[in-house]
């Protein structure tokens, strides 16, 4: 076995996603996705955002200026019917680019996955991830994304190089969208599977929700580029909670189909990048007579959980056949991260003393938890 095979097969171990999963039920649930234009007039800011101004003593603790950090900002309604949670992560998205060499069309990709995943991932317990994959047949090759309570984020796209040529449906394509929340205390994880629709990871989201979790909300996310340069990247979910009032819930329909059809659909991102922090823009998302109270801030970051031992620990899983052809070619084995890429990289030698040593650790555990 050539050694570059061998690196791609204990990749494909380190990995790791989360197997063993049970599907949530499929109905016939539908969601209507309206699509909005931009507008032919142009209407100023101050006039469609001048009441949303952070005045709140309670919510300045919370401003962002000119959304200078990245952050995941969570409320709720005060009568509790309506769950508001905005993203921005403009800064991360950089970071990501240049750690993975990411194409502007492959950052706009992950960048909305990650606005995605990370909203939904907001308000879990402790420890809880949440992966959403993309699996499809578009030049992309689909996209993984990993989010955790905490805020830490990570994924990777099939195509990182892909280039600008294509409108991002055309690079995702169709396949099946893979939503799974896991927790170490449960005894396997939930799963559940949805069409992808329209290759925009926002709106098949939003259809994963309906279908699959009789979920009531409007989910948006958006990323802009200036070459290789993230401008602006977040997203908001505003979300329906048991016994909410109708008449709420239909204001807030009105006010975002309001802010698309005078703003244009680029509404959010435009907000992002005039410097609007997420507080105000969400009273902008809620409108005019519902008053919001923030349940959580977060600051999101890129975490990954790979290492040393985790490499060694895949290649404690390869055929004993393999293991020996390296020693005998004398190749050294090595694995890349797809969600850092970070490179593990042992010679043949180092590689036979590491696995003596982990599994010699893995039998002292196992004696000491008898």
Request: charged share 25%.
């Amino acid at each position: 076995m050539q050694g570059y095979y061998a690196g791609a097969f204990i990749m494909m171990l380190m990995a790791l996603t989360l197997g063993g999963v049970r599907s949530f039920p499929l109905n016939s649930a539908r969601l209507n996705l309206r699509k909005v234009s931009r507008p032919t007039s142009t209407t100023t800011l101050s006039r469609l955002f001048l009441s949303s101004s952070v005045t709140d003593p309670e919510m300045e603790e919370y401003a962002n200026p000119n959304n200078r950090d990245d952050q995941i900002l969570s409320l709720i309604s005060a009568d509790g019917g309506l769950k508001v949670t905005l993203v921005t992560l403009r800064n991360l998205m950089n970071d990501l680019s240049l750690d993975q060499n990411l194409s502007p069309l492959a950052t706009r990709a992950l960048g909305s996955s990650f606005s995605c995943a990370s909203m939904l991932a907001s308000g879990m317990d402790g420890g809880q991830v949440f992966q959403m994959t993309m699996s499809t047949d578009g030049p992309l090759r689909g996209s993984c994304t990993i989010a955790s309570s905490d805020g830490g984020l990570k994924g990777y796209v099939g195509n990182p190089t892909l280039g600008d040529s294509l409108t991002l449906p055309e690079a995702v394509g169709s396949g099946t969208l893979q939503i799974v929340k896991n927790h170490p205390s449960w005894p396997r994880p939930y799963n559940g599977i949805s069409e992808v629709v329209s290759g925009l990871p926002a709106e098949d989201v939003a259809i994963y929700l309906a279908r699959s979790e009789q979920r009531s909300c409007a989910i948006h996310s958006d990323v802009r580029m200036n070459g290789y340069l993230c401008t602006g990247a977040g997203g908001y979910l505003v979300e329906k909670l048991p016994g909410c009032d109708s008449g709420p819930a239909a204001v807030v329909e009105a006010n975002l189909e309001k802010l698309g059809k005078e703003m244009g659909k680029e509404w959010f991102v435009d907000e992002l990048c005039g410097g609007r922090d997420l507080v105000s823009v969400a009273k902008s998302c809620i409108g005019e007579g519902i008053d919001l109270k923030v349940l959580d801030s977060v600051s999101p970051r890129l975490k990954c959980d790979c290492s040393q031992e985790r490499f060694v620990r895949s290649l404690t899983l390869l055929p004993k056949a393999d293991i020996d052809e390296i020693v005998e070619r004398g190749e050294p084995v090595e694995a890349k991260c797809e969600f850092c890429a970070k490179v593990y990289r042992l010679g043949p030698d180092e590689m036979v003393k590491e696995m003596e040593e982990y599994k010699k650790r893995r039998e002292e555990g196992a004696k000491e938890s008898q």
